[in-house]
């Protein structure tokens, strides 16, 4: 899936052109940045696809399993909300 939507991934990046993208889980955010580095190690901070900011959090489906996480994305929502209020 990957590999055959990955073309028309960048058609819609070039269309839209964002100033973010938010990845909810590591086999997006890897998927986008094209590494195999844990969501751990990516989460917290902001990462740079093409003059794109990436911000990297836990998915929904993890959260449920792991409740003790949701601090964490929060923390990731809140700085998304300041890149938006400096915007």
Known sequence: ERSNCREYLERQLDAI?????????ATAVQALLQTTQPLG????????YRGIRVLATYHPAYLLRNPAQK???????????????DA
């Open 17 to 25: 052109r964002p100033e973010f993208v938010c990845c909810l889980g």
């Open 41 to 48: 190690r990516l989460r917290g901070r902001f990462h740079e």
């Open 71 to 85: 601090s964490k994305v929060w923390q990731d929502l809140k700085a998304l909300h300041r890149l938006l209020n």
